[in-house]
Each structure stands twice: as structure tokens, then as C-alpha cells.
């Protein structure tokens, strides 16, 4: 009979696995590519197929670094199951009470800055009935107005993935982001199009104009056709791959 520790190790180098560690290593890359990474914080995970583990981005390397040798397996419980790297405590906290309570496949979180900046002001979160971008979002996001200090502890972990209430994006008040989704494609596509969706509305508030929003309903209009068809995420992490190989 295999030991739990072969068990893992086959689970870790399995085709699936190996496949899912390149992709989460490459949206780490993108990120920072695309100005969305601070420091050696913040972290992006994947559940794998057994449901009972998830990868994750090791700690103290900079995105920009990350390979796929160097991604990290937790378990539900936020425990290091298995890799070279150590992993920082409120991204167990945080990305295992995601995976666990809220059911969500690929969890990423950043304190990407135009996103952040909004989780600063009364409205918390971004209005999806502005640009084209942030139209996509409309009932998608959900705004976590409590924040309550550094998720140094299950019950903070627990508390933000409750928070969220099946949203697909939350904004963290005086904190940040998290996007979710089915595949890793998928959620990068929507973490880079949130910070666009982002920026526009911060530089738009800047100019001190009136804002011109559609009526909600076409929101949702344009939110339906952008989820009916993700061919062009999975188009964009394509040329990612071959820019940042």
C-alpha cells in the first residue's frame, strides 16, 4: 500500500497537476508583468482534482520568479502538504476558508492599486454600470466593508469567505481584492479586466466630471454576453504563456 507522502508525490507530478502549476505559476508572472503584484505579498491558488488540496504560490519569492517547480500544496485545513518553499500564514487563512466554505476552483488575491483604491472609498467596490470593462462584473461582486486587521486566523479566514456569498469578486474594504472562477484562464482574464475597470473609474472621478452610467439592465446584458463566451480569456492567457514562457 502507498504511503500518503507517495500518494501526494504521484498527485503532485500527475499530467493535471503538473498542467495546473505551470498555469498558476504563469498568472503569478502576468501579474507582476502587468503591475499587479506587491512585494512578496498577496497569493493566488487552484484546487486540484482530489477537491482536498489546493496549490499555492510559495513565500518570499516575487511573482515574477514563480516557476511551477516552486508552487506549493496545502491542504483544506490551510497545512503545507508538500514542496520546497514555505507558505505565508494568511494566505492559508485566507485561500483555505475560500477553497473550503465558498467552493470557489481558483481563488486570486492581490492589493492591485486602482481595485484598492476603491475598497478606500464609501462606495467600497467598483460601479459595473460605467465602462465596457466593468460592465462584465454586474453581479458578480460582492463588498466587504469590515475589515477587521491582518486574516492571522482561521475565524478572519472564514469570515471573508462567507463574506463573499457566492460571489465570483469581493472587494476587501481598506484591503484589497479577491477574484475567483472555474479555471485559472478564466479568473486571471477577470483579475486583469477588474483593474482596468478599475483604473477607469479612478481616472474618470479624477477629472471632477459627471459620470455617465448605463441603466442597470444593460449591464447585466453586456455581464451575460461577456460569460457566455470565454474563448478570448482563454485566447489572452494563450499569448501570455507564449510572451512569458
Not at 73 to 102: C, L, Q, S, W, Y
Not at 179 to 195: I, T
Request: charged share 20%; hydrophobic share 45%.
Amino acid at each position: 500500500m502507498k504511503s500518503s507522502t507517495l500518494v501526494l508525490n504521484t498527485l503532485f507530478d500527475a499530467p493535471a497537476v503538473a498542467r495546473l502549476r505551470e498555469d498558476l505559476a504563469l498568472a503569478l508572472r502576468a501579474a507582476a508583468h502587468h503591475g499587479l503584484a506587491e512585494g512578496v505579498c498577496n497569493h493566488f491558488s487552484v484546487a486540484l482534482p482530489d477537491d482536498e488540496h489546493f496549490l499555492l504560490n510559495p513565500r518570499g519569492l516575487l511573482w515574477s520568479e514563480v516557476r511551477a517547480e516552486d508552487i506549493v500544496i496545502v491542504d483544506k485545513e490551510g497545512n503545507k502538504i508538500a514542496g520546497r518553499h514555505e507558505v505565508e500564514p494568511t494566505a492559508m487563512f485566507i485561500h483555505a476558508a475560500i477553497h473550503r466554505i465558498a467552493g470557489k476552483q481558483c481563488v486570486l488575491h492581490t492589493h492591485m492599486p486602482y481595485a484598492t483604491a476603491l475598497t478606500l472609498t464609501s462606495a467600497r467596490a467598483l460601479d459595473t454600470t460605467l465602462s465596457q470593462n466593468a460592465m462584465r462584473f454586474h453581479g458578480r461582486i460582492a463588498s466587504d466593508a469590515n475589515y477587521n486587521g491582518l486574516a492571522l486566523d482561521s475565524g478572519e479566514g472564514e469570515r471573508i469567505a462567507n463574506a463573499m456569498n457566492g460571489a465570483d469578486i469581493a472587494f476587501l474594504g481598506n484591503h484589497g481584492v479577491v477574484v475567483c472562477g472555474g479555471r485559472v484562464d478564466h479568473a486571471y482574464d477577470d483579475l486583469y479586466y477588474l483593474e482596468r475597470a478599475c483604473a477607469a473609474q479612478v481616472i474618470a472621478l479624477s477629472t471632477g466630471l459627471e459620470l455617465c452610467p448605463v441603466n442597470p439592465s444593460l449591464a447585466a446584458k453586456v455581464a451575460g454576453q461577456v460569460q457566455s463566451e470565454r474563448l478570448q480569456s482563454e485566447l489572452f492567457f494563450e499569448a501570455l504563456r507564449r510572451q512569458l514562457p
